[in-house]
């Protein structure tokens, strides 16, 4: 696939992303991944101190699937909308096949009363690889400079 | 600087407990901004043992971390000859927050305002200036170094768990703790620890009631539905609640596999608790991995005011809570693993902080519970919560988990602390 092409796909990748956790369709944001994919939501305090404790690890999609069933049916968090901002995403080759994508990401969360807050600021730094026709997420690596989280992280970033 | 109770210290706002033995708080124990102000000063600067850091966080001569105990910011660090020193991260001059990293290396602590320059040991060691230029300006000829330091406060540190006192009239750190604190710490660090990262949450609500659902049993595996439907901890299971003698800690303690499946499954669903038939994809993550020789897999240990110890399984933690006036706090957890753990173990581990934190899977529920009885009770201040899970009158340790008499410990040693007892108050 030529560059320009790959960009295409990655800025597809990200709008189908955000679309789908905003809209609340979280088994279809699973479609987005790799079987082998890995999703981590790191503070950023941690990763500069070179610390690996993440407020969210899943390696593989079956974790990240236990993640999103155990959101369905065991916990219980705060009723809200999530809303994401996300800048252009920079697309370059990975060494080792793929591509890298990142970008950064803001998330406003609304409560059912009407009342927003930007509830998460921080960057993408991403890993993406075709898989048949379809670019997807082999690696989801979210750096949260709101590690202080408000309240509470239940949806993903 | 003492910090005493005299005549001139403000009077406690006056609280009608209606019951002695705490089975009863009024709401605006939770709300009340002037309650507030003196628990910084009764509690938190009093007679008590704050939880300050981990030794492994500050490991060599330098190492600083700056913290919050109650409200008032602290610095931690360990000086040249290795000992450790905590004192209130505010400069003796005007008063500006002297180290402003979190964290880091130093030789001395500087104030970017006038360059007034502590020692490790928190005691003023440079002031510019200070006989001024040229025969003119300077302080004062009269002006004591030795009477200008940061104010310090009194460390001790069991089993490398660091506490601090602002009063220096205190009963030693393991008298505090008592026989059965001790002992749980003993159990969490025999071996050195590692450090594996922070995790941070900022709750909209009152501390104390976060004080109180760490005492709380009964809500374990009715708000945590992870916790029933995956089988991590269920009240069917041998566990308890275990005080100090006077009921200001509190460990809570169960154990994997002491229950029986069809008992276990009849009766939640009598009271029609979630049962489903969910199962995990990758069980892997909820396996408890034996490692205390004691089969408890699960332990909530409170320690008055400000330390939770946490033991999840494998997931192991300290939180620390901090106050941000009366209606936010937040909880610092430094999640740990110990140096001789294999590669495995600490895969393990990383994969169980998935139980913990603002997105723990056992664990996110309690701010929104926090939340909402903060919001729902914020106009109500003659009402009351009422706490007599496991009976009322005599605040004692028991060995089930239907209840939530530490959380009336709790209450009895803050009211004790205050000043605020009722009559006949039962401690």
Not at chain 1, 133 to 150: E, G, N, W, Y
Request: charge should be negative; charged fraction near 25%.
């Amino acid at each position: 696939m030529s560059a320009a092409s790959i960009a295409e796909a990655a800025a597809e990748l990200m709008d189908e992303y955000v679309e789908r956790i905003d809209s609340d369709r979280l088994e279809e944001w699973l479609d987005l991944f790799t079987e082998d994919a890995s999703y981590q939501v790191l503070p950023r305090e941690n990763l500069e101190q070179g610390l690996p404790a993440s407020l969210m690890l899943c390696t593989g999609k079956k974790m990240l699937r236990d993640r999103i069933v155990s959101l369905r049916n065991a916990n219980l968090y705060n009723p809200h909308y999530d809303r994401h901002l996300v800048s252009g995403a920079r697309v370059r080759p990975d060494p080792d096949g793929g591509w890298q994508l990142s970008a950064n990401y803001a998330v406003y969360q609304t409560t059912h009363e009407g009342q927003s807050r930007l509830f998460s600021v921080g960057a993408y730094r991403d890993q993406v690889r075709m898989e048949g026709a379809r670019l997807l997420f082999s690696k989801k690596l979210v750096i949260v400079d709101t590690f202080a989280v408000p309240s509470m992280l239940a949806t993903p970033l | 600087m003492e910090q005493k109770l005299t005549a001139d210290s403000p009077a406690a706002p006056e609280v009608r407990w209606p019951r002695p033995d705490y089975s009863r708080v009024p709401y605006r124990l939770y709300h009340d901004r002037a309650l507030y102000e003196l628990e910084q000063e009764r509690i938190f600067k009093g007679p008590v043992w704050n939880y300050v850091a981990l030794e492994a966080e500050i490991p060599n001569p330098g190492d600083f971390r700056t913290r919050t105990l109650g409200e008032t910011p602290v610095i931690v660090n360990r000086a040249q000859d290795g000992s450790i020193h905590a004192m209130v991260n505010r400069c003796a001059h005007r008063g500006a927050l002297v180290r402003r990293e979190t964290r880091g290396n130093a030789k001395d602590h500087t104030c970017i305002y006038h360059k007034w320059c502590y020692g490790l040991d928190g005691g003023l060691i440079g002031v510019p200036f200070r006989r001024g230029l040229r025969g003119q300006g300077g302080m004062a000829p009269d002006f004591d170094t030795a009477e200008h330091g940061l104010q310090r406060l009194r460390v001790e540190s069991y089993r490398g768990v660091i506490f601090a006192s602002f009063r220096r009239e205190l009963e030693p750190l393991a008298d505090y703790l008592g026989p059965v604190f001790t002992r749980h710490i003993d159990r969490l660090f025999a071996k050195p620890i590692r450090i594996l990262g922070y995790q941070r949450q900022r709750i909209m609500g009152n501390w104390k009631q976060y004080a109180e659902n760490t005492r709380d049993t009964y809500h374990g595996s009715l708000l945590h539905e992870f916790q029933s439907t995956f089988g991590l901890s269920r009240v069917t299971q041998t566990g308890g609640v275990t005080m100090d003698a006077r009921h200001r800690h509190n460990l809570a303690w169960s154990k994997l596999g002491t229950d029986d499946e069809a008992e276990f499954s009849a009766l939640y669903k009598d009271n029609k608790v979630h049962d489903s038939k969910l199962r995990l994809e990758e069980p892997s993550m909820v396996k408890f991995h034996r490692e205390f020789g004691d089969g408890t897999s699960l332990a909530i240990c409170s320690i008055f005011p400000n330390l939770t110890l946490l033991q999840i399984s494998n997931s192991l933690g300290a939180r620390q809570l901090r106050t941000f006036g009366p209606d936010e706090f937040e909880l610092v957890f430094t999640l740990f693993g110990y140096e001789g753990d294999s590669e495995e173990m600490t895969r393990h581990r990383l994969a169980q902080a998935n139980f913990v934190g603002p997105a723990g899977l056992v664990s996110m529920e309690d701010g929104e519970a926090i939340e909402i009885t903060h919001r729902a009770s914020a106009g109500e201040r003659e009402a009351c919560s009422v706490i007599e899970m496991g009976g009322g009158g005599e605040i004692q340790s028991l060995e089930h988990r239907v209840n939530d008499v530490p959380v009336r410990g709790f209450w009895s040693y803050y009211a004790e602390l205050m000043g605020i007892e009722p009559e006949g108050a039962v401690r």
